[in-house]
């Protein structure tokens, strides 16, 4: 089982649309979680911090569940610039690595 | 402030020879990472180094082999290019943990890399 796995995707969503992608992790002594966006060809880039309060950044909300292991991702009103794939990653408090989960695709379409 | 930068972009080696990845960061960074990302598989790491003078193997470390050379400048090397290896690479920098601050990865451009 890979220590943290998103929803496979791909997303095809129209422009407007709400959608959330769902992720979960094994390593209970993960304690740092993001939410990154890869463009095609691209590095992945930070799109969010996960707190444990959740959080919200404009059209994105991430939520994250310490007692089912889970985080998500939430984007309204989506816009075609959203597609990308999306990261889903954990870091545990104890080592220096961060772990990444293979990535949701998503496609807004006009 | 240019982040994380990476050398070269691209690289085309024939089987065997041998090649080495540039990194370096100028956010004052302890940790530096070095992953490849292969279509369908994620990002892998391949070798990471919590401070310098330290290094460690990450998940997909045969074959290769890295330098902390200083603060700033953290080097991948393959010895011996084989067709595996083709993949996209990437270098990423970050804080190292500490206390309850949540720290994040900045991660280079990539270097597309393929042996023939």
């Known amino acids: 089982r890979k220590e943290v796995e998103q929803d496979p995707g791909p997303f095809n969503v129209p422009e407007g649309a709400t959608v959330a992608f769902n992720c979960t992790y094994s390593?209970?002594?993960?304690?740092?979680f993001f939410w990154y966006r890869q463009d095609c060809r691209k590095e992945p880039k930070l799109l969010m911090s996960v707190y444990s309060s959740g959080n919200e950044d404009g059209r994105f909300t991430a939520q994250l569940n310490r007692a089912s292991q889970y985080i998500s991702l939430l984007i309204r009103d989506s816009k075609l610039s959203d597609s990308a794939t999306y990261l889903c990653?954990?870091?545990?408090?104890?080592?220096?690595?961060?772990?990444f989960g293979p990535g949701t695709r998503l496609s807004v379409l006009p | 402030n240019a982040g994380v930068t990476q050398t070269p972009k691209f690289q085309v080696l024939k089987t065997g020879q041998s090649m080495t990845l540039q990194c370096a960061q100028d956010?004052?960074?302890?940790?530096m990472y070095w992953y490849r990302q292969d279509p369908g598989m994620g990002l892998r790491l391949i070798y990471y180094s919590a401070s310098e003078g330290t290094t460690d193997k990450g998940e997909v470390p045969n074959g290769y082999n890295v330098s902390r050379l200083n603060k700033r400048e953290f080097s991948l090397r393959l010895e011996s290019a084989a067709p595996s290896q083709t993949s996209v690479y990437f270098c990423?920098?970050?804080?190292?943990?500490?206390?309850?601050?949540?720290?994040?990865?900045?991660f280079g451009p990539g270097t597309r890399l393929t042996v023939t």
């Open positions: 956010m004052n960074h302890n940790s």
């Open positions: 390593n209970s002594a993960s304690q740092s």
């Open positions: 990423a920098s970050s804080e190292a943990l500490f206390g309850g601050q949540i720290y994040e990865q900045y």
């Open positions: 990653v954990s870091r545990d408090n104890y080592g220096q690595n961060f772990v």
